[in-house]
C-alpha cells in the first residue's frame, strides 16, 4: 500500500512537470525559470505559462481528483459498479443547467466574469444535484441495478433533448459558445473558474475524508449501519451533495468529460484489492489525477499544433474499462 | 434486566392509517437468556425485532434498555444480525467483522491493538478466525452467519438480536449456530433473542421461549409452554401433532390400514419400521392376522399377507411391497 502510493506520487509529480512543459510549444524547465524571473524579457513565455499551461496542469489534477470520487460515492450509494456522473445522467443535468443559464439571454454576456463563472457554476451544481436527487428518488423503489442504469441514461437523454430544443431557439452567437463548451476541454478555463473549482472540489474532497468509514457501513448494509449507530439519511444527503458539486462545478468550466468518473474508482479498487473507503478514496485520487494528466498529454498530439477534444480521449480509456467492468461483473449485474 | 418493553405496540404506520400487528407487550429480557421467538408467518415477529432495533418507530409504548429508553440510548447498546444480505465486494472477513467496532473508534475507524483482539476473538468464538483475510462474498451461507454474529459480538453490546439466524442454512449448520449462540449466552452473559422456525433446536437449546400469535405473546420456559400446552395451540391443526415421547412436533399422518409388527430386533430397526408404517398409512394392531411385519433381525424383514409369506433385505423393499400390494 505504501509502496503503491509512493510510486503513484512519484507519478503525479512527473506528469505534472511534463504536463506543464507540453503544449502547442515546447518550453524547457530554463525557459520557463526564465520567463518567471525576467517577465518582461520573455513576454510571450510567460503569458503562455502563467496564462495557459499552470491553468491547465492545474485543471487536469483538479478535474482527475474531482469526478473519480464523485464518481466513488455513486457507486457506494448505489452499491452498483457501474454508477458514476456521466452514466447516471449526472453530468447531463449538470449541462442542462449550463445550457439554461447561457440561453437565458444575451444580456447575461454583459456580466463580469466573475459573476459569469459563479453562475455557470452554480446552475450545473444545481442541474447535477436535481437529476442525482431523482435518480436516488428512482433507485429507492428500483433495486435491480440495469434498470437504475436505464433510468440514468433516460434523464440524461431527457436533458439533452431539452438542450437541442434550446440551442434551435437560440442565436449563433450563444450556439457557438454552448457547443464549444460542450467538447470539453482542459485548456481556456479562466483564472477565476480554476480558483472557483479549485476551492470547491478541495473542500468536497476534503470533507468525504471525513465519511470514509460510515460510507464501508453504508455499502455493506443500509440497517447494520443504521445499528452501528451511522446516521444513514444524513449520509446519503451529504454524499448526494458533495458528489453533485464536484460533478457539477467541473462539468460547468471544463464541459462533460466522460468516463473518468465510472472507470477511476474501479482501477483503484483492482489496483489495491480492496472496497475499504479508507484505503481506495486516497489512491482514487492519484490514479485520477495521474490518468488525466496522461489524457492531457495525448491530446496535445506531441508535434502537432492541434489539440484533441479531452472527451474523445478519456473516452478512448476508459469505454474499455467499462466493458471490462460489466464483463467482470457479469454475476451481479444479472442479479 | 436488560431489556423491557412498556405497553409497546408494533406495527407499520404509512401516510394515515397504520396497521398494527401487536399491542400491549411488556417483555422482559435477563442477561444469559437465550430467548427463541416462534410464531406463525405473518404474526409480526420481524416487526418486532425491527422495532426493538430502531429500525422501524414503535407506534405506542416504550422500549428501555438497560432501564434507559432506547430513544436516548448509545448506539452500543444493542447489535443485530438479519436476514438481508450484504454487499461486500472487496471486503475482507476481518473487514466486516471490524464494522463491529465503528462506534468505539475515531473519525477514520483506526483501531487499536484492543481493537483488533476483540475481533479476532470475537471471530475466533465463531469459529472463523481461519478465514479473516478471506473475501467475505466468498464465504458460504453458514459462514456469512458466522461472520455476521462475529460483527455482532465484536461491538460488545449487553444484547444481541438476531432475525433467523438458521434459514437458509443445512441441518449441520442450523444445529451449530443454535448451540452457539447458546453458548454464546453463557459464555459472554449476553441476551440474546432470536426468531426462529426451528421449533426443536429452539426447545432443545432455549432458556426462554416468546410464543407470537394474533392473541399476543405468551412467555415461559420451553418445558412449561409444553405442559400447559401453549406451545401445542400455537400450530392448531389437523397436520401437525406434538409427539410427547421424542418432545418434537411431527406430522399427523393419516392411519387408515392395520397391520401385526413383532420384532426380535433392537431398538433403531424397530422405531424406523414402525416410523415407515406410519408414513405409508398403517396403524398397529396386535393378533391381526391378515398382515404382519416381523423383523427377523436387523438385515431381515418378513411381511406375511393373506397366508402368503415374502422376506425383504431392506425397508426399500417393505416400502414398495406395502406401496404395491
Known amino acids: 500500500m505504501t509502496i503503491r502510493i509512493l510510486l503513484l506520487s512519484i507519478l503525479f509529480v512527473v506528469l505534472s512537470l511534463l504536463s506543464l512543459l507540453t503544449g502547442s510549444v515546447w518550453i524547457s524547465p530554463s525557459e520557463i525559470y526564465e520567463a518567471l524571473t525576467n517577465p518582461q524579457l520573455n513576454v510571450v513565455n510567460h503569458f503562455i505559462f502563467t496564462q495557459l499551461r499552470l491553468s491547465k496542469t492545474i485543471a487536469a489534477i483538479v478535474v482527475g481528483m474531482g469526478l473519480p470520487i464523485s464518481g466513488l460515492m455513486m457507486q457506494t450509494l448505489y452499491r452498483n459498479p457501474l454508477a458514476g456522473p456521466f452514466v447516471l445522467g449526472i453530468s447531463s443535468g449538470a449541462s442542462l443547467g449550463v445550457a439554461l443559464f447561457v440561453f437565458a439571454g444575451s444580456s447575461l454576456l454583459a456580466l463580469s466574469p466573475w459573476l459569469l463563472s459563479l453562475g455557470l457554476g452554480f446552475f450545473a451544481i444545481l442541474g447535477a444535484f436535481l437529476v442525482m436527487l431523482l435518480v436516488l428518488t428512482v433507485s429507492i423503489s428500483i433495486r435491480n441495478s440495469a434498470s437504475l442504469l436505464v433510468v440514468g441514461i433516460m434523464v440524461g437523454s431527457l436533458s439533452t433533448a431539452l438542450v437541442s430544443v434550446m440551442q434551435y431557439y437560440s442565436s449563433p452567437q450563444l450556439l457557438q459558445r454552448f457547443v464549444v463548451w460542450t467538447f470539453g476541454s482542459l485548456g481556456g478555463i479562466h483564472w477565476n473558474e480554476i480558483i472557483v473549482m479549485t476551492l470547491v472540489v478541495s473542500f468536497s474532497i476534503v470533507f468525504s475524508f471525513g465519511l470514509m468509514k460510515s460510507m464501508n457501513a453504508l455499502m455493506i448494509n443500509e440497517d447494520y449501519a443504521k445499528g452501528l449507530g451511522i446516521k444513514v439519511n444524513y449520509l446519503k444527503i451529504k454524499m448526494i451533495v458533495l458528489s453533485s458539486l464536484m460533478a457539477g462545478i467541473i462539468t460547468a468550466y471544463a464541459g462533460p468529460i466522460a468516463f473518468i468518473g465510472v472507470a477511476i474508482p474501479h482501477l483503484a479498487r483492482n489496483f489495491i484489492h480492496t472496497s475499504d473507503h479508507r484505503k481506495t478514496l486516497p489512491i482514487v485520487l492519484l490514479l485520477g489525477s495521474n490518468m488525466m494528466l496522461i489524457c492531457d498529454l495525448i491530446s496535445q498530439l506531441p508535434g502537432g499544433t492541434t489539440v484533441l477534444p479531452i472527451n474523445s480521449v478519456t473516452a478512448l480509456f476508459g469505454a474499455p474499462i467499462v466493458i471490462w467492468i460489466v464483463i467482470k461483473n457479469r454475476s451481479f449485474l444479472n442479479s | ?325
Open chain 2, 1 to 325: 434486566m436488560i431489556l423491557e418493553t412498556k405497553n409497546l405496540s408494533i406495527g407499520y404506520s404509512a401516510k394515515n392509517k397504520s396497521k398494527i400487528l401487536q399491542s400491549s407487550l411488556n417483555l422482559k429480557l435477563k442477561s444469559g437468556n437465550l430467548v427463541s421467538l416462534v410464531g406463525p408467518n405473518g404474526v409480526g415477529k420481524s416487526t418486532l425485532l425491527k422495532t426493538l432495533c430502531k429500525l422501524i418507530r414503535p407506534i405506542e409504548g416504550e422500549i428501555c434498555i438497560k432501564g434507559e429508553s432506547l430513544e436516548s440510548a448509545e448506539s452500543n447498546a444493542l447489535a443485530m444480525v438479519l436476514t438481508q444480505g450484504i454487499y461486500a465486494h472487496g471486503f475482507t472477513v476481518f473487514d466486516v467483522v471490524s464494522l463491529g467496532r465503528y462506534p468505539y473508534t475515531n473519525w477514520i475507524g483506526k483501531m487499536t491493538a484492543h481493537d483488533v483482539q476483540i475481533i479476532e476473538n470475537a471471530m475466533a468464538s465463531v469459529h472463523i478466525g481461519h478465514l479473516a483475510h478471506q473475501s467475505a462474498m466468498q464465504l458460504s451461507d453458514g459462514e456469512k452467519q458466522r461472520m455476521m454474529i462475529a460483527k455482532a459480538l465484536a461491538q460488545e453490546t449487553p444484547l444481541i438480536i438476531l432475525d433467523e439466524p438458521t434459514s437458509h442454512l443445512d441441518l449441520v449448520n442450523k444445529i451449530e449456530i443454535i448451540h452457539l449462540l447458546h453458548q454464546l449466552s453463557r459464555q459472554h452473559s449476553k441476551a440474546i433473542l432470536m426468531v426462529t422456525h426451528e421449533l426443536d433446536l429452539a426447545i432443545q437449546n432455549s432458556d426462554e421461549m416468546w410464543i407470537m400469535s394474533q392473541e399476543g405473546i405468551q412467555m415461559g420456559c420451553p418445558e412449561d409452554l409444553i405442559l400447559d400446552g401453549r406451545l401445542q395451540r400455537l400450530f392448531q391443526s389437523n397436520q401437525i401433532v406434538f409427539n410427547q415421547d421424542q418432545l418434537h412436533f411431527q406430522r399427523n399422518h393419516l392411519l387408515s390400514k392395520p397391520i401385526w409388527m413383532k420384532s426380535n430386533s433392537d431398538g433403531l430397526a424397530e422405531k424406523l419400521s414402525f416410523q415407515l408404517l406410519q408414513k405409508l398409512g398403517y396403524y398397529l394392531e396386535a393378533g391381526y392376522k391378515d398382515c404382519q411385519l416381523e423383523l427377523l433381525s436387523n438385515q431381515t424383514w418378513q411381511i406375511t399377507k393373506n397366508n402368503s409369506v415374502f422376506q425383504f433385505e431392506n425397508l426399500a423393499g417393505v416400502q414398495d411391497f406395502l406401496r404395491n400390494n
